[in-house]
C-alpha cells in the first residue's frame, strides 16, 4: 500500500477509491497486500469497495473485512520462540511481538524501553482500533498465536540479526528500507513459507482468478512481482522493483494504479 496505492499523504485519494470501487462493482477482484495490519489497513480502505479479504502481516494471514475476521492464519511454531530469544538477544534487539488472543484479537507485546525508531513507530499507532499494544512480558501459552516479530532500527543493527535469522532456516524473513526514513530498516520474521505472493496464490485458487496483475514499490513486493501474471511497479519503487517488473507506471501520488486498473480491467 504505502509507496503504491497510497499516495504522498498516505491515504487514498477519492479518484483512487472512486476507481477501484467502480471496478469491484463491475466485478473485478481487487485486494491490498501490505505488512500492514488491520488496525491500519482497514480505516485506509473504509471509503473503498472491495469483495475479496486484505492480504496482511505480510501474508501471515488474510483479513475478511466484511466479517471483521482473520482467517488462514499462519502462525511462528511455539517451539521456535527460545531460538528467536536467543538471536535478537545476542543483536541487543527487543522486537514488537504480534499475538491473536482467544477472541481473534491482535495484541502486540513490548516490554523493554523504547529507542527513537521503536517510538516512532508506536507513537501513531498506539490508539488504534484494532490492535492493542501491552509492555507486560509474554507469558509461554501465549507463545502458541504469534504471527510476526517486528523491529525497526539502524541498518548496521538490523542486518546481522536477519541473516542470523536466515541462516536457521526456519523462518521466513524479510528485511527493507522504511521509505520515509531510507537510514532505517524494518525487519519481519515469520513462520516459513509466509510472504505476499504466498497468500496471494491461496487467494488465486479461492477465489478462481485467472490472472494475476500486482503492483510494487520496495524489496518485499519482488516476490509477489514475480509470481505474478503481470508485474507492476511505480516510478518511485526502488530499482530492484523496477528491474524485475513487466511495466513500470506513474508515481503513486499521481493515481498511477488506480488508472492502470481501470484501463488494465476493460482492455483485457
Known amino acids: 500500500m504505502d509507496g503504491t496505492l497510497l499516495n504522498n499523504g498516505s491515504y487514498v485519494s477519492n479518484r483512487s477509491s472512486a476507481i477501484i470501487s467502480d471496478l469491484s462493482h463491475d466485478g473485478a477482484l481487487i485486494t491490498v497486500a501490505t505488512a500492514r495490519t488491520p488496525a491500519t489497513v482497514v480505516p485506509l480502505m473504509e471509503g473503498t469497495f472491495t469483495t475479496v479479504p486484505f492480504v496482511v502481516l505480510t501474508g501471515a494471514a488474510l483479513y475478511d473485512h466484511a466479517a471483521g475476521a482473520y482467517h488462514d492464519v499462519r502462525y511462528i511454531p511455539a517451539g521456535d520462540m527460545d531460538l528467536l530469544r536467543q538471536l535478537y538477544g545476542e543483536a541487543g534487539v527487543h522486537p514488537f511481538v504480534y499475538h491473536l488472543d482467544a477472541d481473534g484479537r491482535l495484541v502486540v507485546y513490548h516490554h523493554h524501553d523504547m529507542t527513537q525508531p521503536e517510538r516512532d513507530f508506536y507513537v501513531p499507532r498506539r490508539n488504534l482500533r484494532l490492535k492493542r499494544f501491552t509492555f507486560e512480558p509474554m507469558c509461554r501459552e501465549a507463545e502458541d498465536n504469534v504471527l510476526l516479530l517486528f523491529s ?30 531510507p537510514d532505517v530498516l524494518l525487519l519481519e520474521v515469520f513462520a516459513t513459507g509466509v510472504s505476499k505472493a504466498d497468500a496471494i496464490s491461496r487467494l ?65
Open 152 to 181: 525497526t532500527a539502524p541498518r548496521k543493527v538490523i542486518l546481522p540479526l536477519a541473516d542470523a535469522l536466515r541462516a536457521t532456516g526456519r523462518f521466513s524473513v524479510s528485511c527493507y528500507p522504511d521509505i520515509f526514513t
Open 204 to 268: 488465486e485458487q479461492s477465489t478462481g482468478a485467472s490472472r494475476i496483475v500486482a503492483f510494487g514499490d520496495n524489496l518485499n513486493d519482488i516476490p509477489m512481482l514475480e509470481m505474478a501474471d503481470v508485474a507492476v511497479a511505480v516510478a518511485n519503487a526502488h530499482p530492484q522493483v523496477k528491474e524485475c517488473a513487466d511495466i513500470v507506471i506513474g508515481p503513486n501520488y499521481d493515481d498511477s494504479v488506480a488508472r492502470f486498473m481501470l484501463h488494465d480491467f476493460y482492455n483485457n
